[in-house]
């Protein structure tokens, strides 16, 4: 091997580790809470590696947007430590709401590199049952109806087409219609 050859070897492992040096540093999202399908949502977590600020300084920039679609009440966003931000919203979200969470193009962390993934997603589900009448264990009649509160409101089609009651004693079981009020049904 010539010594061009060697200069050349020796030249491209140490960019090599350099790479590998930097990639090591970079700071990355470590976790966001809350992800998936997560009913009464009130805030939402972005954790980092290392530290991505310099804490205390009240001027800090949100590294994140939070977009939602469906009713979602306003928010904004803090940093609780130097690898900890949060975004708060000024209510819980209500039923049928999806969100995005996507780190601003403009953010850059202390470091100024970012790796890994930089876009998350949630959604609240659909409307669930927060109580029943009659509860359960009551006795009921052959012609009983029953009430249901649900944490939101349904659509006539959706309490059509996903509820139902049964019996122990009746293997048949009856659909359920929505009453006048949003978030009620009838079976």
Same mark, same amino acid.
């Given at each position: 091997?010539? &010594?061009?050859?060697?200069?050349?070897?020796?030249?491209?492992g140490? /960019?090599?580790?350099?790479?590998? /040096?930097?990639?090591? *540093?970079?700071?990355?999202?470590?976790?966001m809470?809350?992800?998936?399908?997560?009913?009464?949502? @009130?805030?939402?977590?972005?954790?980092? &590696?290392?530290?991505?600020?310099?804490?205390?300084?009240?001027?800090?920039?949100?590294?994140?947007?939070v977009? !939602?679609?469906?009713?979602a009440?306003?928010?904004?966003?803090?940093?609780?430590?130097?690898?900890?931000?949060?975004?708060?919203?000024?209510?819980?979200? %209500? %039923?049928? /709401?999806? !969100?995005?969470?996507?780190?601003?193009?403009?953010?850059?962390?202390?470091n100024?590199?970012?790796t890994?993934?930089?876009?998350?997603?949630f959604?609240?589900?659909?409307?669930?049952?927060?109580?029943?009448?009659?509860?359960?264990?009551?006795?009921?009649?052959?012609?009983? *109806?029953?009430?249901l509160r649900?944490?939101?409101?349904?659509?006539?089609a959706?309490?059509?087409?996903?509820t139902?009651? @049964?019996?122990?004693?009746?293997?048949?079981? !009856?659909?359920?219609?929505s009453?006048?009020?949003?978030?009620?049904?009838?079976?």
């Amino acid at each position: 091997m010539n &010594n061009n050859t060697r200069r050349g070897a020796a030249a491209l492992g140490w /960019v090599a580790a350099m790479v590998t /040096v930097s990639a090591a *540093h970079a700071a990355s999202i470590t976790g966001m809470t809350p992800r998936g399908e997560v009913a009464q949502v @009130r805030q939402v977590t972005l954790r980092f &590696n290392e530290a991505v600020v310099a804490f205390g300084d009240p001027r800090l920039p949100d590294p994140a947007a939070v977009a !939602c679609e469906g009713a979602a009440p306003a928010g904004s966003g803090r940093w609780s430590t130097d690898r900890v931000w949060l975004y708060d919203f000024e209510a819980p979200l %209500p %039923p049928g /709401v999806r !969100c995005t969470v996507k780190v601003r193009p403009d953010w850059k962390p202390l470091n100024g590199t970012l790796t890994g993934g930089t876009e998350f997603d949630f959604r609240t589900g659909g409307p669930a049952v927060v109580t029943a009448q009659p509860w359960s264990g009551s006795s009921i009649e052959e012609d009983q *109806h029953f009430l249901l509160r649900l944490s939101g409101a349904a659509t006539a089609a959706s309490v059509s087409a996903n509820t139902g009651a @049964r019996s122990k004693a009746s293997a048949n079981g !009856c659909r359920c219609a929505s009453s006048a009020a949003p978030s009620a049904m009838r079976c």
